[in-house]
C-alpha cells in the first residue's frame, strides 16, 4: 500500500501503451503522493500521512484537514484516518 492517498483512496492505474504495430505492454499511472505533516488545532497535535497533491488542494478548500474528514466519505478513508474521524467526534468538535 505504497502509493495510496490516505484521504482520497487514489491508488495507481494500469493500462496499455499501444504502438503503431499494436503491441501492447503494461504501463502504470502513479498517482502524485506526499507525505505530509499537518497540524490539527482541534486536538493540538501534528498528524504524519501520505496524501495526494489533489487531496491537500481539498483541504485548504474546506478549512483544514479536521473540517475534511468529518466531511469524507468513510470508504474512501484508510484506517488511520477513521481513527482521527472518530477522535475529533469524541472530542465534540463536529
Given at each position: 500500500m505504497a502509493n495510496v492517498c490516505e484521504i482520497t483512496g487514489k491508488r495507481k492505474l494500469k493500462g496499455n501503451r499501444v504502438s503503431h504495430a499494436n503491441n501492447k505492454t503494461i504501463?502504470?499511472?502513479?498517482p502524485n503522493i506526499r507525505d505530509q505533516?499537518?497540524?490539527?488545532?482541534?486536538l493540538g497535535r501534528t498528524v504524519r500521512i501520505k496524501v495526494s497533491t489533489s487531496a491537500l488542494r481539498s483541504i485548504d478548500k474546506h478549512g483544514g484537514l479536521s473540517r475534511y474528514i468529518?466531511?469524507?466519505?468513510?470508504?474512501?478513508?484508510?484506517?488511520?484516518?477513521l481513527k482521527l474521524k472518530k477522535e475529533i467526534i469524541k472530542k465534540g468538535l463536529n
Open positions: 504501463h502504470f499511472q502513479q505533516r499537518i497540524f490539527i488545532p482541534e468529518l466531511k469524507a466519505k468513510p470508504a474512501n478513508l484508510s484506517a488511520n484516518m
